[in-house]
């Protein structure tokens, strides 16, 4: 939400003339405790979830590979759908394309797909820096132009943006785009063992060591956070420390997980569970009522609000999606998009009312 609103996009002039010490605080915080972190923990659940996937379709008999290749090649559909019409900086293409390894994976053991979870996270930066190449810097771009484009109040300018900030350069090296990759298809093994080893059914009695090792990844990927800040680095370039993200986001699913699960945490899990049961419409809703406060086509409020308020307006958003996400459940078996989804899946008709 802060790129749509156009924090992304400022000049450092046009940033301090709207940020406020309330905003440089939010802005420090976020940029320490939740960028990249969320990315990292949506990318061990999307692991999770394939195990959840590939049983039921076992359980049902069903040829569970090509249905779920059919899926994949959807995401991909859908992503592209997302990129040009919602937000350019979508994911679910990179999660599409790094999804068709999972089924090879899941036919090995569990200490093997966490030792090359492993190989993942710390080869690539590491050889990457003993090769001598220092990661480059953002690559230049006009970031004004998308400020203009995405106020002009005709939807075909922003279309048209979208799709060329999406097959453009997104602001990264090739190495270190490589070294994200490699990455999310760390968490996407991480999320592949926990769902073999059951444990999203087996919270109370993993919690005697989840506990700890999800307080251990946060404190010490936020140290090693810190450590970084302070111009310290471990491998040239600082390259093996991009891995904070991926530690505490693991660490972030663990003590959500367990909160969840436990009695304190019932009356959230069940606001919660509606929309987190039509992600995907969730998802693409964001980028769509983002744009309809931001963008020139909306309410035009793009580059006028600093972090702090552009949060409550996510806020905002996100708890509209939490009242849709419960009242359109009350009457249908599925959100808009994962029933559009499942049709093309199953290449039938699916049923929707309850």
């Known amino acids: ?88 900086g979508d994911i679910l293409t990179t999660y599409a394309v790094l999804g068709l390894f999972l089924p090879v994976a899941a036919l090995l053991p569990i200490r093997v797909i966490l030792g090359l979870a492993a190989a993942l996270l710390i080869v690539p930066p590491v050889g990457y820096a003993l090769l001598g190449q220092a990661p480059t ?8 132009q998308s400020l ?46 926990a769902g073999l080893a059951n444990l999203p059914a087996r919270l109370g009695e993993v919690r005697v060591w ?21 111009g310290l680095v471990l491998v040239p370039g600082g390259l093996l420390l991009k891995n904070v993200e991926a530690l505490v986001g693991m660490g972030y699913v663990a003590l959500v997980a367990m ?15 509606p929309l987190g049961a039509m992600a995907l419409t969730g998802y693409l809703m964001g980028g769509l009522l983002g744009q309809v406060v ?16 552009v949060i409550l307006i996510a806020a905002a958003i996100f708890a509209v999606m939490m009242i849709f996400a419960r009242v359109w459940l009350t009457y249908f078996r599925q959100g808009p998009w994962e029933w559009l989804w499942r049709c093309l899946t199953r290449l039938a008709w699916q049923p929707l009312r309850r």
């Open 259 to 273: 909160w969840l699960d436990s009695g304190g945490g019932a009356r959230a899990r069940a606001w919660l569970a």
């Open 1 to 88: 939400m802060l790129t749509i609103a156009g924090l992304t996009y400022l000049t450092p002039e046009m940033r301090a003339a709207i940020h406020g010490p309330a905003d440089r605080v939010v802005a420090y915080l976020l940029s320490v405790l939740v960028e990249g972190k969320a990315r990292s923990a949506f990318s061990l659940m999307f692991g999770v979830s394939f195990t959840l996937l590939m049983r039921r379709m076992q359980a049902r008999g069903e040829p569970w590979v090509a249905v779920y290749l059919r899926r994949i090649l959807l995401l991909y559909g859908l992503g592209l759908l997302n990129a040009l019409f919602f937000f350019w």
């Open 294 to 309: 931001f963008y020139g086509w909306g309410l035009n409020q793009i580059g006028r609000h600093g972090p702090l308020s």
């Open 137 to 144: 810097p953002p690559l230049e771009t006009d970031q004004l």
């Open 210 to 230: 989840l506990m700890p090792l999800g307080l251990g990844l946060v404190g010490g990927g936020l140290a090693l956070e810190a450590i970084h800040r302070t």
């Open 148 to 193: 203009r484009a995405f106020a002009d109040p005709r939807p075909a300018v922003t279309i048209a943006h979208n799709w060329a900030l999406f097959t453009g350069a997104d602001g990264e090296s090739r190495g270190l785009r490589a070294i994200r990759y490699a990455q999310l298809a760390a968490l996407f093994l991480v999320g592949l063992a």
